[in-house]
């Protein structure tokens, strides 16, 4: 059965919009998405099938900074086509620009699956990101 539904867009509100354009914008040169929208305050980015936007967060709603195991957005995780592509993307781009890596680099986790590798990341805004290769879906 065709499911009803599917993810179109996120959108992350940032509370230092250059910083975050500026990686935001390396992040989906690296892996090949298309810019779809810019302008001063927003930036979106698609694969062709969804969008992810990163947008100038409205100063009056900062209430300090974010935090993922408070109530929200927990993490984003991205599909990877091979264990081979998650190294190569650690080693050639978060090593390369001193990104944060979290949990001590790619790893495999067994608990998530069969084949389950991947690599957990920080945003500027400390949002965390996954890179994952699953083997079967």
């Not at 539904?5 to 989906?28: E, M, P, T, W």
Request: glycine share 8%; proline share 5%; hydrophobic share 35%.
């Amino acid at each position: 059965m065709k499911p009803l539904a599917g993810l179109h867009h996120i959108q992350i509100n940032s509370g230092n919009f250059k910083r975050a354009r500026n990686f935001y914008v390396k992040l989906f040169r690296k892996w090949n998405f298309e810019r779809v929208y810019v302008d001063a305050d927003v930036i979106g980015y698609s694969d062709g099938v969804m969008s992810l936007w990163i947008t100038r967060a409205d100063p009056k709603f900062d209430k300090g900074s974010y935090h993922r195991k408070a109530p929200g957005l927990n993490h984003i995780a991205f599909r990877a086509r091979s264990r081979k592509h998650v190294v190569d993307f650690y080693k050639k781009f978060l090593v390369r620009y001193k990104i944060k890596v979290l949990y001590g680099g790619p790893n495999e986790y067994p608990e998530y699956g069969k084949g389950y590798y991947s690599v957990f990341f920080e945003d500027p805004d400390r949002i965390k990101i996954e890179f994952a290769y699953v083997p079967h879906g």
